[in-house]
């Protein structure tokens, strides 16, 4: 598992190592991606819906955690955020289930740091639900409560809907971020995690003043 983190880890930082960095003023193709099949939005009117593609393995991911918690702090009631957990083998499945599990029992936004923390600091890689159990007992979570949530018929279903998001919105790598079901970002386009930042607030302005 080691071994496969930092295989991820180098071609990631290939692919933004490959980026270029982030102008005043963000271009179609290269600081974004405009995509060739729209998605549906189901954000309420009046807001910009920003969906973030992420994976609790990922090492970019992991770097970029504070970066768009602040951006969504910052934006408010403007945007309308989620994340979308997704996973490109099998065996990452479990961390998709993870996430799903957390927010039915209401508390993926407080855990979230510290699952991060325990894969890529403790490298206690939490794949199986019963390591996932054990680690979430030490933050104060029910084992129990937290398996029933794993199993649920809902999680298994939101872990399913996820897998195809992965392949309708065409994500090829992680952390990604899409602004309306259309437009595309991250750190692999913008080489650096405030250009993304920024490029964000670009294309949500944009959706705003209905420029894009």
Same mark, same amino acid.
């Given at each position: ?7 991820? %880890?180098?071609?990631?930082? &290939?692919?933004?190592? &490959? ?34 593609? %992420? ?60 699952? %991060? ?28 409560? %937290? ?45 650096? &995690? ?19």
């Amino acid at each position: 598992m080691k071994k496969l983190l930092n295989t991820l %880890f180098l071609s990631l930082s &290939l692919v933004v190592g &490959l980026a270029h960095a982030s102008p005043a003023a963000p271009v179609a193709g290269k600081d974004y991606e405009v995509m060739k099949s729209p998605q549906p939005v189901s954000a309420p009117a009046g807001k910009v819906e920003v969906i973030e593609f %992420f994976w609790y393995g990922c090492p970019h991911c992991y770097e970029f955690e504070p970066t768009v918690e602040a951006w969504v702090k910052k934006e408010g009631d403007k945007i309308a955020f989620k994340r979308v957990p997704v996973a490109f083998r099998d065996d990452f499945v479990p961390h998709t289930k993870l996430f799903y599990a957390l927010s039915a029992l209401g508390i993926s936004e407080k855990i979230t740091p510290a699952v %991060f923390d325990a894969i890529h600091k403790q490298k206690n890689y939490l794949l199986t639900p019963q390591a996932q159990a054990d680690f979430l007992a030490t933050q104060g979570v029910d084992k129990k409560k %937290f398996l029933d949530a794993y199993n649920s018929f809902s999680v298994q279903g939101q872990a399913k809907q996820a897998a195809e998001q992965l392949k309708s919105y065409a994500i090829d790598g992680v952390p990604t971020i899409v602004v309306q079901g259309k437009y595309k970002t991250g750190p692999a386009y913008t080489n650096s &995690l405030e250009g993304t930042a920024q490029v964000l607030d670009f294309l949500v302005k944009q959706v705003q003043d209905k420029k894009l």
